[in-house]
């Protein structure tokens, strides 16, 4: 169960983290700061940071968050910096035209996406099971796109000659359809999920997939369509040198 106290230790570094460098904390910093190692459970609280009024994050950008004055501001915001503003607004209360600071992580550095880097996909669903969120990685928009993300781990070198070799970390955006020649992330039954080259085939066209590894040494698998569930389709690469 949620403390009052993790959450009120919360807020503090959020409130100094925005004074001191004029954007909100990932939440990896925020879990850093207050011992927490699960990006699920810093969501839980900010979340019920949002319910009681404290913040306001914006859904349609990137670690924008609205630190909530607690009683009614009596001097004139425009004469008042963001910095003063996050420093004055503990424990106060206010209108939307009255908010204590609003600082959005684009106004200060380029576009970063917080991306989840997953321990497993949920076989089966088409969809991704955010219970397994292992951590959420902050990575440049320019370099992973749009749309709906997340990570996993590489194993094996089945992908060796596409240039993903066993280790790297993987980016994929969620989509349930890819067309032929994508590279896909991919559940076959109730299988893990595994990253392979995606091709409609069978007659009619379509009634099986194929899944085409990126080495010689392996051979492409052919399942019907109804037994394969495409999670994402890649979009980048990362590896630690």
Known sequence: MAKPKTRETIMDFIRKFCADHGYPPSVREIGAAVGLSS????????????????????????????????????????????????????????????LATVIDLDTYRHPVREVPLLGQVAAGAGTIAEEHVEEVISLPEELCGSGELFMLKVRGDSMMNAAILDGDYI???????????????????????????????????????TLTPANESFSPQEFPATEVTVFGKLVSVLRRL
């Open 39 to 98: 990006p699920a459970t810093i969501h839980r609280h900010i979340g019920i940071l949002e319910k009681e009024g404290k913040l306001r994050r914006d859904p349609h950008r990137q670690r924008a968050l609205t630190i909530l004055p607690q009683e009614p501001l009596t001097e004139p915001l425009a004469e008042e910096s963001p910095k003063d503003l996050a420093e004055e607004s503990s424990g106060r209360l206010a209108s939307d035209d009255q």
């Open 171 to 209: 980016v994929a955006r969620s989509q349930p359809t890819a067309e032929d020649g994508d590279i896909v992330v991919a559940g076959i039954n109730e299988e893990e999920a595994t990253v392979k080259i995606f091709h409609r085939t069978g007659t009619p066209k379509g009634s099986t997939i």
